[in-house]
């Protein structure tokens, strides 16, 4: 069907920001293809530090229900570090909605972009071209454990990693049938089964039996440290990259910056089934050093627009999202791009830029 129902979550700091920009360049899309896009903006103040400092909760009650309703999750970033606790804001948040929506597949492209220079020397477009699929709803990201003896000298606490056949099975799954589908039909598995002797070695040994699955694809793992010296020495290695939820998590910063900007990454957090709603925001955070500047990239909230169109089958309109995006960086003047891609100028003229080239390409 050409329609979608989206609710919109803008967060803290930069994602206030950046929101308008995806909601405009979603809208144009939305017009230009006649999709019948709901961009519902009634919670504004959802996930938000302010609603926690007025009401002791980062959402109202009845949250769950109420965002079930619709396809999608439009959601720009949370965090006021100085007023709140990251933990109690994030858990409060955006880690609720991956668990109790089972977004199970977190979805990081890491793509060098025209017109932004790399600061890794001497790659050039399509040297770093690779997705990072990251499991994202166990794992290290554990809420069972606890600290004991509190303010005694035997003080501790003890996090347990998670990791389930089903939950480590499915995210393996995702990844192999995404490698398959490329031409390289390369994975890469991150592990650490040197140092973490019961999660990792389970981990690997999930990969060797679902490889069996997919005699077409190549797969080969590596240790999450020498990994990362990888992604930086030699990113035209990888195809697609599968982790665990915490090494999923730094490899998608990581993979990103090596592309110039962390600005520009994109997420999905998917529910393949689609029994729930799926989720769509930059890989970036609030940033609250540059919020309230209006300085912030808008890209990554953008291209998770087209994520989002791509993920619910609007290819034509999600095509037109990635060349505008595309051609913004490689051609958009001093005056048009923001500061962390050696431009002049705001999130506003970037993302204007972008949604009328949507209109017109
Ligand atoms: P961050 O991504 O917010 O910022 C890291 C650095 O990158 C900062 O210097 C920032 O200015 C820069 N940056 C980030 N996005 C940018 C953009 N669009 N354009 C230009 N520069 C950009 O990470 P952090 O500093 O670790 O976290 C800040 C807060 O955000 C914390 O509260 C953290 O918990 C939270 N956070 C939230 C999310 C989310 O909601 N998905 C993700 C990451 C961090
Ligand atoms: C991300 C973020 C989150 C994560 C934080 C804010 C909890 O870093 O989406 O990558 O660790 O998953
Ligand atoms: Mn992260």
């Given at each position: 069907p050409r329609s979608l129902r989206v609710a919109v979550i803008p967060g803290d700091g930069i994602g206030q920001e950046v929101m308008p920009e995806g909601l405009a360049c979603l809208r144009a899309a939305a017009e230009r293809y006649n999709i019948d896009l709901e961009l519902d903006e009634q919670f504004k103040d959802w996930a938000t530090c302010e609603r926690y400092l007025e009401?002791?909760?980062?959402?109202?009650?009845?949250?769950k229900e109420k965002l079930s309703t619709y396809d999608a999750i439009y959601f720009g970033a949370v965090?006021?570090?100085e007023k709140v606790p990251d933990h109690i804001s994030l858990w409060g948040s955006l880690i609720q909605f991956r668990r109790e929506f089972d977004q199970y597949i977190s979805l990081r492209p890491c793509k060098l972009m025209p017109g932004i220079p790399c600061p890794l020397s001497n790659k050039k477009?399509?040297?770093?071209d690779f997705w990072v699929v990251r499991e994202n709803t166990e794992g290290e990201y554990s809420s069972i454990g606890g600290k004991m003896f509190p303010n005694t000298s035997r003080e501790f606490v003890v996090q347990d990693t998670i990791m389930t056949r089903t939950g480590v099975d499915r995210v393996l799954k995702y990844a192999f049938e995404l490698s398959n589908s490329r031409p390289k039909k390369h994975l890469t598995s991150a592990t650490k089964s040197n140092g973490i002797s019961i999660s990792m070695p389970y981990w690997d040994e999930r990969v060797l039996e679902m490889s069996k699955s997919y005699q077409d694809v190549k797969v080969d793992k590596y240790h999450i440290d020498i990994l990362t010296a990888w992604f930086v020495l030699r990113p035209e290695l990888f195809d697609v990259?599968?982790?665990s939820n915490l090494f999923g998590d730094i490899l998608s910063d990581l993979g990103p910056a090596c592309t110039g900007s962390?600005?520009?990454a994109p997420s999905g957090n998917i529910n393949p089934e689609g029994d729930w709603p799926s989720l769509f925001e930059p890989v970036h955070g609030s940033a609250p050093d540059i919020a309230g500047k209006g300085i912030a990239n808008p890209?990554?909230?953008?291209?998770?627009?087209?994520?989002?169109?791509?993920?619910?089958g609007f290819k034509d309109a999600a095509d037109t999202m990635m060349r505008s995006i595309e051609i913004a960086l490689e051609s958009g003047g001093e005056n048009i791009r923001t500061p962390d891609i050696g431009g002049k100028g705001t999130c506003q003229?970037?993302?204007?830029?972008i949604a009328s080239l949507i209109s017109k390409i």
């Open positions: 009401t002791g909760s980062m959402l109202p009650e009845g949250w965090g006021m570090p477009i399509g040297d770093i990259v599968v982790g962390i600005g520009i890209v990554g909230m953008i291209w998770a627009g087209q994520m989002m169109l791509e993920h619910f003229s970037l993302g204007s830029h």
